[in-house]
């Protein structure tokens, strides 16, 4: 009876031992399956996040290509961005599938980008309404140096007009020129002539109007002798004239007008071989202003 027994008991034993084996293996199968699926549903959140994160990496690149950068540094800045940007998509689409770690990664990067491009965009924003609010100015300003332009060329014309009144009224007016030729003795002595071999000088004398417009004081008094041909006899010096040219001229002297009428005579002596028989003409210019002109015929003869 006890040899029955033992193989007995051994045959449970072996059995309890399958049946403990059958419940581990099912247990690891199920959980072998639980966890298979727990991966596949990790798996397919990646691949959602991997497509999600290269989305987003594409719409920052045209972000970054809608900013119109302002200036040099802010385009250095939209460009290397851009191109980092540009280096994380072309990553990301070289992997089938990514991590947590590297899907953690590109949020915070994107995250970070989003915040430059908001930053960038803030400040060319600032940039943008300050150079609309400098141009504004500029334009007013512009706007006010048209008008004093204007303003100023009318007062000009007006002065102008007025300068061109006032030099009409205020010129130095003369009349009663007379001219007459002289031979100087050697005692210095001077008697009429008009023999061109006996003259050695001219004796001119005029009366200056009286205007009470005139500048008084003293002035300039200038005479040009010149002959029919237009060349300058016996010249001193130069002058300028009101019209800014240098002029020669034969003999200067000085006279002091008051605003009222001035007699004004002048012995000019002159080199007796530079005179010949010919027509004279004698010019007079009072502080630059040329006031008139006369005429004298020297003939021929000794005496």
């Known amino acids: 009876m006890k040899e029955l027994e033992t193989p007995n008991k051994e045959m449970s034993k072996y059995k309890t031992i399958i049946v403990l084996l059958v419940i581990v293996l099912l247990s690891c199968a199920g959980y072998m399956y639980y966890n298979n699926a727990e991966t596949t549903k990790e798996i397919t959140k990646l691949e959602i996040e991997k497509k999600s994160i290269e989305n987003e990496l594409t719409l920052l690149v045209e972000k970054y290509d809608s900013l119109e950068a302002s200036n040099s540094v802010m385009e250095t800045e939209l460009t290397e961005a851009k191109a980092r940007i540009e280096g994380y998509l072309a990553d990301l689409k070289k992997q089938k599938s990514i991590s947590k770690s590297q899907s953690y990664r590109y949020k915070r990067e994107i995250g970070l980008l989003n915040s430059k491009i908001q930053k960038l965009n803030f400040i060319i924003a600032d ?7 400098t141009t504004e100015k500029l334009g007013e300003a512009e706007n006010t140096i048209k008008v004093k332009e204007e303003d100023n060329k009318q007062l000009t014309e007006r002065n102008t007009t007025l300068q061109k009144n006032l030099d009409y009224f205020a010129r130095m ?5 007379k001219i007459s030729s002289l031979k100087k003795s050697k005692k210095g002595s001077y008697k009429a002539t008009n023999k061109s071999r006996s003259t050695n000088a001219f004796k001119v004398s005029f009366e200056i109007l009286p205007n009470d417009v005139n500048e008084t004081g003293e002035v300039d008094i200038y005479y040009v002798i010149k002959d029919k041909d237009g060349i300058v006899i016996d010249g001193k010096g130069e002058f300028v004239s009101y019209k800014k040219f240098n002029l020669t001229y034969s003999y200067s002297t000085k006279a002091n007008y008051q605003g009222d009428k001035v007699s004004v005579s002048s ?11 010919k027509m ?7 502080n630059g202003k040329f006031v008139g002109k006369e005429s004298i015929l020297l003939k021929k003869g000794l005496f």
């Open 173 to 177: 007016e003369v009349e009663t020129i």
């Open 267 to 277: 012995i000019i002596d002159l080199k007796k071989d530079k005179l010949k028989k």
């Open 280 to 286: 004279y003409f004698v010019h007079i210019y009072i």
């Open 127 to 133: 940039i943008n309404t300050t150079v609309e609010e």
